[in-house]
């Protein structure tokens, strides 16, 4: 018997809206990750999995609203392009040499490394704020809920920091 504060027994349907709600905040929770995953796989995916692909130096020439092109030279015995595309960032500028993978196919490129791991994954750092706000909100799990939005606190200051 489930008895509550007061003393009294909680009745079915109580208990079933408590398990209903449960249930729901975990699927919530569950979604926001998943969605940050999934965007942020996109970009990691060449920066995490780089073996064999092409690997070189984008040297920028100029930015946009929300690409940075410039020339690529790569690593390689790749012939060097003229005109690559990164995303722009905040910490892209006019001369700046990045180290860059080139997404296969395309005149797309990534940042490598730390900080294009960490830049990769920020989508994941904002799923799990959101995350610990739903498990601590709805699920009622403080501690999880703490350790969940400090590892989303963590990628997002890390980014910050590496670009």
Known sequence: MHLTSRGHSRSAGARMLLYGRRAAMSCV???LLAAGV???WGTAQHVLLAKGREHGTLK???CGEETCTGPYEPEDTAAPRSHVTIDKSVAVRKGAKLA???KPGTNEAVRTGTAGALYAWLPLGGSLVLAGLVIGG???LTRLAW???AAGG???VGAFFAL
């Open 38 to 40: 999934w965007s942020s």
């Open 154 to 156: 963590a990628l997002l």
């Open 147 to 149: 350790a969940t939005a």
């Open 29 to 31: 929770a569950a979604l």
């Open 60 to 62: 920028i020439a100029g």
């Open 100 to 102: 860059v993978v080139v």
């Open 138 to 140: 709805g699920l009622r």
